[in-house]
């Protein structure tokens, strides 16, 4: 129906993650009716990002040196290492400001519908990384979902027998939310690990 | 919190319409852990669709020549003009195969809010179109709602002393629809525009 360079581009838009067909339309013409130069700045950025961006060599993070800024900062502790899926979630957990320890970027989950296994994470440059015996507590921060459950017991069943003080982060009602929309397995768990108050 | 280039990506790809924050970090991750080729070509896509994609001189619709390819296809009525707000309306109407006339793409609708009023649409450029006497009837076919609606006002107002027919798409049920769903104003309109059936 389009001319094909005005196809090429919704189709290129529609392979982003959570753009469908309608959405991947829109912004083509929203680009097409932009100022050119705005348009020629972002694709410019895209490829800056790509070239500019590498993995830091110690925790995989995302970096424009070769150890990232966390790794980098000798103020942080280096007896607390939280392990987490990807690079976003070690923003996340940076804007909390509970954590002063550092991170290990696995680089995903273990997902067998996703051809994912524990060889294609990076779990060997974790244990590494444990072999000096600076590391006294891991914390998993996976997603709490089916595989980054499955990558939370699979990381368990390696790090115990090392003597390691394992921990997961807490499961339960999320700050702010309603506890009647909480779902059921959320319910169940903040139960499980109630604390007490008094 | 991210480094620069990561940010002015995500920054970037939040400007872009129906992208919230969220959308364009998720957006760029995927696009850091692609192929840098698959990056290099999405940038490439987008300059060439920008460099490439002009407005027809005739209809206003987007073409990659100085017109249109239904304003260049010499087997489409001459006497029948449909009025629509942007390309991909025309887009649309052409799916439907129900149309076999030619268009008039405004580039938008009244919008007071939006500083856009009749003079930044192509309603000049309509008139310009009528002159010769050619066209016996404009369908008008803007977006059914508030700007489309006015857009449509002030089109009527100004097309139906010049002696020709007018016309608007019959507002009604959305077809495959619950009429439960329907909304007040839309059960309203199809009541309206009741139709003799027996």
């Given at each position: ?78 007896t607390v290492l939280c392990v987490v ?14 954590f002063?320890g550092r991170y290990h970027?696995l ?16 779990i060997?440059?974790l244990l590494?990384r444990l072999?000096?015996g600076m590391v006294t507590e891991v914390i998993i921060a996976t ?5 980054g459950e499955?990558t939370a017991t699979y990381l368990m069943r390696m790090l115990v027998p090392i003597g390691l003080k394992v921990t997961k982060l807490a ?28």
């Amino acid at each position: 129906m389009y001319e094909s360079v005005i196809q090429d581009l919704i189709d290129e838009l529609g392979r982003l993650p959570g753009i469908g067909p309608k959405s991947a339309q829109r912004i083509a013409f929203h680009l097409l009716d932009a100022d050119p130069e705005d348009v020629k700045r972002f694709a410019q950025t895209l490829v800056d990002a790509k070239t500019k961006v590498l993995f830091c060599s110690v925790c995989g993070n995302v970096t424009v040196d070769t150890t990232c800024r966390i790794c980098a900062d000798p103020r942080r502790d280096d007896t607390v290492l939280c392990v987490v899926e990807e690079s976003k979630d070690v923003i996340a957990i940076e804007r909390t400001r509970e954590f002063r320890g550092r991170y290990h970027v696995l680089g995903g989950a273990i997902s067998p519908i996703a051809g994912i296994g524990p060889d294609q994470l990076r779990i060997k440059e974790l244990l590494g990384r444990l072999q000096d015996g600076m590391v006294t507590e891991v914390i998993i921060a996976t997603d709490p979902n089916l595989e980054g459950e499955a990558t939370a017991t699979y990381l368990m069943r390696m790090l115990v027998p090392i003597g390691l003080k394992v921990t997961k982060l807490a499961s339960g009602l999320p700050v702010g939310g309603d506890l009647e929309y909480a779902d059921e397995v959320t319910l169940g768990r903040a139960f499980e690990g109630r604390t007490a108050v008094g």
